[in-house]
């Protein structure tokens, strides 16, 4: 039960790209090197970005990406779902996923526990972590899984 | 971000073996059976379950698993635990995971997150969810991944 690696990737995407003046377009070299993800990892998150209609890539020579809403209406949750699709903490909460439901008490537990993590990153929005992000950051650091 | 198949068998034995009167001892077919696991993968859940402490294993003609100690004292997530290893919603959470939670905004919201999940889990008895069980099971019913 773990964030997969792309998902906190395109979330520091998102906040690097949400610490810029609206409509700043950056290249995708320099986004890795901002958002601190490996350059062949990018290219996917940055695609599954685009197809849930977070970012915008821009073509030619002032191209680049660049946010396609106000960071103000991005959460956290909407970004880990455009990577992993909707959270489902366990099988039988998906649609049809179980027959149990109806009566198996450990469903509810379930259902409780998925509701307070996404009432979690739901409530966080992209414009908030990168106002928090100013001038936090000290110096390059190198992660584990980089 | 999904449970294991593996987490959510090993609490429904949890849950049928509270459901018994105190010390009773199940055979691993009768388990299988009652908590709807397939009897292959079911050997690995009762191995982590024991080396966990959650369960005890009795040899002989009169032998079989039962609880280890009172279900009132067994959180949903010490189960899932048993089986996953500590939760870490992302991997900046595990101890020295990351050199950025001084200043990472994210990491917070992560932090946030698994406290939220966790507080569900970790209060959600088996025994209560064992005596919410009772009686509520119409018939038995086929799971898509059984």
Redesign the interface.
Known sequence: ?????A??YA??VM?HLATLPPGTRVNRDTLAEAADVPAHFLAKVLQSLGHARLILAHRGISGGFSLAAPPEQIS?LRV?EAI?GP??????LSVG????Q?????H???A??QA??T???GS?SIA???R??GG???DK?????N
Chains 1, 2 share one sequence.
Request: hydrophobic share 50%.
């Open positions: 039960m773990q964030l997969t690696r998902a906190d979330v520091r906040i956290v880990v992993e959270i489902q903490l366990n099988v039988c996923g179980c027959g149990r109806g009566w198996c008490p450990a509810l537990v379930w409780e526990a307070a993590l009432q979690v990153l966080a908030k972590l990168a928090e992000s936090r950051r000290q650091v190198v992660y584990p899984w």
